[in-house]
């Protein structure tokens, strides 16, 4: 067993693991948080993106043993003191969910995108930035419309700011 | 997944070392194939040498047209690197189409030409663009490093610390993605380099990454898609399986080197 301990959401914690556990077992089983789902198990869904070291990652696909060290943001690490993220509260305006099981994948995802492209995104940007998750329920349509309504949210609150 | 050892490594050295302890393990980098490879159980390595955390691995220099790209360095910042843009930006397009934006943020070029999967875009580009790959034992060119599905020239132990290349005159890459898998169908790579055109082939070979000299040729002469009308490509080398037989996969070389020339243009 090796100690693996991990900055998330801003908290340290720490865990007993196998070398092999995967560091979305980790997350869901020894920290107890489990909104970071598992859905394919084979790096094609992105149920699992968290945010390691500030970049999307597909958790399923790292040992958690590779991850010692680093700083995680899982979708529980999202909002601030109860009140929604913009990329949660347009999920929520504009129906981006109907299942809701990738949606913590998409908006993690929403996440990393915004931060390396905001205020660029486009339609087409979005859809391809979207490759790496999948979504059975809603066709991608109103995901593909949230994540840019809450760019732009985002992108208008950065002026407001300046 | 069958259980394993996991070692840090601070230094090629130590990776080097570490490795020396025990005789099934293996190096692993971002691990986008190896940890999926284990997850099937295709793979069950004793230990493993984690290599992401060498400093020395990681970054892009370019100085002049050279392009130097540590072999710890993720797809997504070869994409992104306005330095390699300047000067090639065929790479920098086809790292940024590997597998999906989070895949990109933990795969490295070092782990992927490692590997050398018959269908990934890395061994094109670097045959195409004539590379020399850097180990922590020598230096090999491109056309003597990957020699067969999944094979390399790479002796047991040995680490890829770097790749490096010449800025081409022009270069261009065009890929048919597996819509699954984002994995090459077929992709094609070539290249205007001071040795001459260079048009190299993944995803279609049975016996991996090719080079195509029927289509250099005729791109050295006319260096425009129209060359490559009548030159015909042999299916008979051709990869089959459930996703195309090798006949659909011979016309794929023909249509994405077109496309990759135009890309270039």
Known sequence: MTKVTLTVNGRTMSGECEDRMLLVHFIREKLALTGTHVGCDTTQCGACVIHMDGRSVKSCSILAVQANGSAITTIEGLSAQGELHPVQAAFKEHHGLQCGFCTPGMVMTAVDMINRRGGSLTEEVVRSELEGNICRCTGYHNIVKAVLAADAEMAAGRQAAE | ?265
Not at chain 2, 206 to 218: L, M
């Open chain 2, 1 to 265: 997944m069958y259980a394993t050892s996991y070692h840090r490594a601070s230094s090629v050295e130590d990776a080097v070392r570490l490795r020396g302890t025990s005789d099934e393990s293996k190096y692993l980098s971002g691990g986008m194939t190896l940890i999926s490879t284990m997850k099937q159980r295709l793979a069950s390595p004793s230990d493993l040498i984690d290599l992401r955390h060498i400093p020395g691995l990681k970054g892009v220099s370019v100085e002049g047209r050279r392009v130097t790209i540590g072999a710890g360095t993720p797809h997504a910042e070869v994409a992104t690197s306005q330095a390699i843009r300047a000067v090639c930006p065929a790479i920098c397009n086809l790292a940024g189409h590997i597998g999906d934006p989070h895949v990109r943020h933990m795969g490295t070029i070092g782990g992927s030409i490692a590997n050398n999967d018959p269908a990934a875009d890395y061994p094109a580009g670097l045959l195409g663009l004539g590379a020399t790959v850097v180990t922590d034992r020598r230096s090999i060119v491109a056309d003597d490093f990957f020699t067969g599905l999944f094979e390399t020239a790479l002796e047991e132990g040995e680490i890829v610390t770097a790749v490096t290349f010449e800025a081409p005159e022009k270069a261009g890459y065009a890929k048919f993605n597996n819509p699954a898998s984002r994995f090459a169908m077929t992709g094609v790579f070539v290249a205007k380099t001071a040795g001459g055109v260079r048009v190299a082939v993944t995803g279609a070979g049975s016996d991996g990454v090719f080079r195509h000299p029927g289509f250099e040729q005729a791109l050295q002469s006319n260096w425009s898609p129209d060359a490559l009308v009548s030159i015909a490509v042999d299916a008979s080398g051709m990869m089959a399986d459930m996703h195309a037989d090798a006949d659909y996969r011979a016309n794929l070389v023909k249509v994405m080197a077109k496309r990759a020339v135009l890309a270039a243009a």
